[in-house]
């Protein structure tokens, strides 16, 4: 049976940053995927700059445009904000071609990449034994980066204490001429769907449009998805393929380590909780676990405090805050929206900073959210 330090359960932005990363600090690895690669991917595909400027290297190959402003719309209000940066604000990737681009680079410098092999089930000991579709493989320590199922998770035992929400997105061909007007801006549509938003991200040659609900409820995804049409102008749709899928954006309460198993990604819930964008927090999580278990010399409980204090140095208070900024945003409409008139700009730019990764929410933002109100009320 095969024998590694690590097994990363998982080829997303998390497990191939993650292995890449391994592999770097000369950690034998095994990357473990269900599927066969490249897969599809359920996602938009905007990636931030605060993702793309923490890549170990270049990612240009693999972007199919660049947008340096973002533009913010609010369902019947006569206001759209707007901001520009000189880096791209987002980069538009499609999933299959951006996690195969980090495959290939962690099997470069010498992971061993094991895809069509789904994880069935664990035995756990001082070496867990993980079940794979294509037979048994052996780690010191297993790395959960499989997305917002996680079965890892579930193997390891933990609980579901993550908020997932609904989104559906669509690759849409639509007319050259309404591609011509649509490609030109990457847009948000605040409350088109109830609770949440709308996107249209232009890609190479089509766009991906989706409606994301923040609030965990039955919804009809498809007929909002069908108005945000409509409300686009769109004339013609030569071809469209849906996908809907569940974004986590909440952490877990019950902790990101346990058994020898560490959660990174959608698998431990680190997608932001207002925009719901999840691939630099994902790549994110990765490097901090791969700095723990190398400073840890390889040791899985000390790896695993360690990882614990980083994740709470650099990657937790930000998605704390953020789950109180979403609710406050996608429940209290009137409020919001009196806010946004009167310090929107304001809002979109720091909003943008936290983007591209020059500033995080503020720890106490709440705080100064509710002591605004207060003055205009
Ligand atoms: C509709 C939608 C739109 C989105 N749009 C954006 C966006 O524009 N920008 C953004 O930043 N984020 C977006 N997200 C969120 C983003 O897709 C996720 O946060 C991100 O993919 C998380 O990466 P990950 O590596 O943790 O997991 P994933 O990318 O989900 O990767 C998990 C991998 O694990 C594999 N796997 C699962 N089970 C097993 C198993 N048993 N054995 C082996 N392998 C297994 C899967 O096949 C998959 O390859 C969107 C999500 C949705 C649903």
């Known amino acids: 049976m095969s024998q590694y330090d690590v097994a990363v359960i998982g080829s997303g932005p998390a497990g191939a940053s993650a292995a890449y990363s391994l592999a770097k600090k000369g950690i034998s690895t095994v990357l473990i995927e269900?599927?066969?690669?490249?897969?599809?991917?359920?996602?938009?595909?905007?990636?931030?700059?605060?993702?793309?400027?923490?890549?170990?290297?270049?990612?240009?190959?693999?972007?199919?445009?660049?947008?340096?402003?973002?533009?913010?719309?609010?369902?019947?209000?006569?206001?759209?904000?707007?901001?520009?940066?000189?880096?791209?604000?987002?980069?538009?990737?499609?999933?299959?071609?951006?996690?195969?681009?980090?495959?290939?680079?962690?099997?470069?410098l010498g992971v061993d990449v094991k895809e069509g092999h789904k994880l069935n089930g664990i035995?756990?000991?001082?070496?867990?034994t993980l079940h794979t579709s294509q037979g048994d493989i052996q780690a010191k320590m297993i790395i959960a980066a499989d997305g917002a199922l996680s079965p890892t998770a579930k193997m390891a035992g933990w609980k579901e204490t993550r908020k997932l929400i609904p989104a559906l997105e669509y690759e849409v061909e639509v007319s050259p001429e309404d591609f011509e007007r649509l490609s030109q801006e990457v847009r948000f549509d605040v409350d088109t769907i109830p609770h949440g938003y709308a996107w249209s991200f232009p890609k190479k040659n089509h766009l991906s449009l989706g409606v994301a609900s923040a609030r965990k409820v039955r919804i009809d995804l498809k007929a909002h998805y069908r108005k945000y049409v409509e409300k686009l102008g769109i004339k013609e749709v030569i071809s469209e393929k849906a996908h809907g899928f569940q974004i986590p954006v909440a952490p877990r309460t019950d902790g990101f380590y346990r058994n020898n198993v560490f959660l990174i990604g959608d698998a431990a819930g680190f997608a932001d909780p207002v925009t719901a964008e999840g691939i630099s927090n994902a790549i994110l999580s990765g490097q901090l676990v791969v700095e723990a278990i190398a400073e840890a010399e390889l040791n899985p409980q000390k790896a695993g405090e360690l990882y614990q204090s980083k994740l709470e140095e650099d990657l937790l208070p930000e998605v704390i805050t953020g789950v109180s900024v979403s609710k406050w945003f996608y429940s209290q409409r009137m409020i919001r929206n009196f806010l946004m008139k009167k310090y929107g700009d304001y809002f979109i730019s720091a909003m943008t900073d936290v983007f591209i990764g020059d500033r995080s929410y503020p720890r106490d933002l709440m705080k100064s959210l509710k002591r605004k109100i207060k003055e205009l009320v």
């Open 34 to 108: 269900k599927e066969t690669l490249p897969r599809y991917k359920t996602c938009g595909g905007g990636f931030v700059f605060r993702g793309r400027r923490n890549m170990p290297f270049d990612i240009s190959p693999v972007v199919e445009r660049e947008f340096y402003q973002i533009n913010l719309y609010f369902e019947n209000e006569e206001m759209m904000l707007t901001t520009k940066r000189d880096v791209p604000v987002i980069s538009m990737v499609m999933r299959d071609d951006f996690d195969h681009f980090i495959i290939k680079k962690a099997k470069e």
């Open 123 to 128: 035995t756990f000991g001082e070496m867990p």
